[in-house]
């Protein structure tokens, strides 16, 4: 996951954003990259430095899976293990089974109960709400890792990206920053929104695979 630690977590503010953002358009924008990714390509590097593609999307079936049960607070081996203690497995039957959990964990953020005290995440418990911008950011920085590492075009809307600059901004200063959420990328303030959420990641805009 790219968010910073419990203390970061609990004094990120949400009261400039709506109470419940929607979770099914970054769902969607990360699925249609999944026909675009060629098994020739499972090897290939990621802006995630420790990530191959293949890792890349086992991490996007566990976060899936993870914030799906955050959603329905059901607390398990989902919830409460740390994403960066090993790396990531992919299964075989990734094609079919990411997509579905892509739209499990949209469609478990539409209840009203979900946003309501706290819950679980990677082996931390923090308020509700901001578990849900938090998977709304993960899909949106995964999804443009998946997309720039494998060739594919990637426009997140408007309003997911919004969610993403208010998760990371905050952070744009704290020191000690590592993993796969690294230090902050300078991106001119007129760049594109999808280029300074990107940069606010720890990423490079530009980065390309070989770099």
Known sequence: MTFDGPKR??????????????????ARAVAQLIDGVDDARLDDPTPCP??????LLGHLV???????DAARKDFGPSTNTDPGSVLPVLDDDWRTVLPRRLEELAES???PTAWDGDTQA????????IAGR?????????????ARAT?????????SLEVSYGVLKPAGDAPGRGGLFGPVVEVPENAPLLDRVVGFSGRRPDWQPGD
Do not use: K
């Not at 004094?11 to 929607?22: E, G, L, V």
């Not at 566990?62 to 799906?68: D, M, Q, V």
């Not at 938090?134 to 998946?146: K, P, R, S, T």
């Not at 594919?152 to 408007?158: D, K, S, V």
């Open 9 to 26: 977590l609990h004094c990120m503010d949400t009261t400039s954003q709506a109470s419940s953002p929607d979770l099914h358009p970054a």
């Open 50 to 55: 420790q990530y191959a593609v293949r890792e």
């Open 62 to 68: 566990g976060l899936s899976t993870a914030f799906r």
């Open 109 to 111: 953020w539409t209840a």
């Open 122 to 129: 990677g082996g931390i418990t923090f308020p509700a709400a």
């Open 134 to 146: 938090v998977a709304l950011n993960e899909l949106v920085i995964h999804g443009w890792d998946l």
């Open 151 to 159: 060739g594919q075009e990637y426009a997140p809307g408007e309003a």
